[in-house]
């Protein structure tokens, strides 16, 4: 017999599968909320040894933890879950923490956005009176983290920090972690590799949706790297991340291999023929829904604008994201627009067909200060080290007309490049 903890459903007062996921919880009928911008809240998985933690244990650490528990709420968040496992390796936790989303996203009643310290969570009024409490959100971890990772877990411990203080101070070690992590892939190429891998997570709701993934490439959610993928597959050779053999380069400068194209016509339910990871002009890669961010063509401006899920003002193309958004996903190839993950802004294959970063033309405020310095690097390896500067933002113009005056002025580089097509 399976123990307690084991079972596919935690023990918890409200229904619980995948058949929640898509369950939105509007402001009217939540009872409290965590992260989303209102309170710090991140998520982070730590590897600890065998005998540093208990067995499906929560601890919630805070002050007056649970008058501040109350209708109509906001509180700070950390949720630490410690594992460990005598097959534990660092490399797999960001796979564990890829999959929190989905384990609160499955009780009935509590929503769950983002990842890392983006997240954004809602327990709802129906929920509380059922008789949710914060501990709950510990103990959905636990028994989900044990019945997805049997093969690696042995022990799960969560740690919820309700306090401010500890939240800011923990989420600095969880920041660096995560730099870390992005970084580990640093001076891999994908030509030092043989294989990418694929991520099929996504076709539950975009059938012909494979993402690709290569060391310069991540997948378009921002949440799987090469690196990942390759953990991901150690962890289950059967789940959605499969190794891909490359192949032969059909076209090296546009990012096309044989054996890449030959996977992706017998596993994207026939619409994908054809995949140039190198550019956006020709069989670009498919958006299913959750990229970080869109690439569209400006063929005005011969050069591509940038925005990031949020940004909700207009943009040079004349659609907000959520429009755009509309547009380029499903899973299919919309030459001249794509979604993609905001960390292959700064790789060197980003458009590296089209003439890399120098197509920018505009992009948010908020993608500039993310970017920072990692930006600013690659503009100075490309010649323009002042580039970041004559790249408008929503500040300088949300229409083309104000756009083409802006480039004009600044002497953008685009301007005199080789049309886009
Ligand atoms: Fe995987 Fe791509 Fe979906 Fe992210 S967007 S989960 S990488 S298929
Ligand atoms: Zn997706």
Redesign the pocket.
């Known amino acids: 017999m399976r123990s307690y903890w084991e079972r596919e459903k935690p023990p918890i007062p409200v229904a619980y599968g995948p058949a929640f996921e898509g369950e939105r919880i509007r402001k009217e009928d939540m009872f409290i909320e965590f992260g989303g911008q209102r309170t710090a809240a991140f998520e982070w998985v730590r590897t600890k040894e065998l005998d540093e933690i208990e067995d499906n244990k929560v601890i919630i650490v805070g002050t007056n933890v649970e008058e501040r528990f109350k209708a109509g709420g906001k509180m700070p968040l950390a949720i630490v879950i410690d594992v460990a496992g005598r097959k534990m390796q660092n490399d797999f936790e960001a796979i564990i923490e890829r999959k929190l989303h989905h384990n609160i996203n499955e009780a009935q009643g509590l929503w769950h956005m983002g990842q890392r310290d983006i997240v954004w969570m809602r327990i709802s009024n129906q929920s509380y009176k059922d008789g949710i409490t914060l501990e709950h959100i510990g103990i959905i971890h636990n028994t989900m983290t044990h019945h997805r990772f049997k093969s690696i877990v042995d022990k799960v411990q969560v740690t919820l920090y309700c306090d401010e203080k500890d939240v800011l101070e923990l989420q600095e070690q969880a920041r660096a972690v995560y730099r870390e992590r992005d970084r580990r892939l640093g001076g891999m190429t994908d030509e030092t590799v043989e294989t990418f891998y694929s991520?099929?997570?996504?076709q539950s709701f975009a059938p012909s949706?494979v993402?690709v993934?290569s060391p310069e490439r991540l997948?378009?959610?921002g949440?799987?790297n090469w690196l990942d993928c390759k953990a991901a597959f150690e962890i289950d050779p059967t789940g959605g991340n499969q190794p891909i053999a490359k192949g032969p380069a059909v076209d090296e400068k546009r990012g096309r291999w044989e054996g890449v194209d030959k996977y992706l016509k017998s596993n994207s339910a026939g619409a994908v023929e054809s995949l140039n990871l190198y550019t956006i002009m020709d069989n670009p890669m498919t958006s299913?829904g959750?990229f970080e961010c869109i690439v569209a063509i400006i063929p005005e401006a011969n050069g591509v604008m940038l925005v990031q899920r949020g940004h909700t003002g207009e943009t040079p193309v004349g659609m907000k994201f959520s429009t755009l958004a509309g547009t380029v996903g499903g899973g299919t190839q919309n030459p001249g627009f794509s979604g993609i993950g905001v960390n292959f802004i700064t790789s060197k294959k980003f458009l590296f067909a089209d003439g890399g970063i120098k197509r920018i033309v505009w992009m948010t405020k908020n993608l500039k200060e993310r970017l920072g310095e990692d930006f600013k690097k690659r503009c100075e390896e490309e010649g323009f080290p002042d580039l970041i500067d004559k790249i408008a933002d929503e500040t300088a113009a949300e229409d083309s007309e104000k756009l083409l005056e802006f480039l004009t002025n600044a002497g953008h580089p685009a301007l005199g490049m080789e049309p886009m097509f």
């Open positions: 991520c099929l997570l996504c949706h993402c993934i997948g378009l959610c949440a799987y299913c959750c």
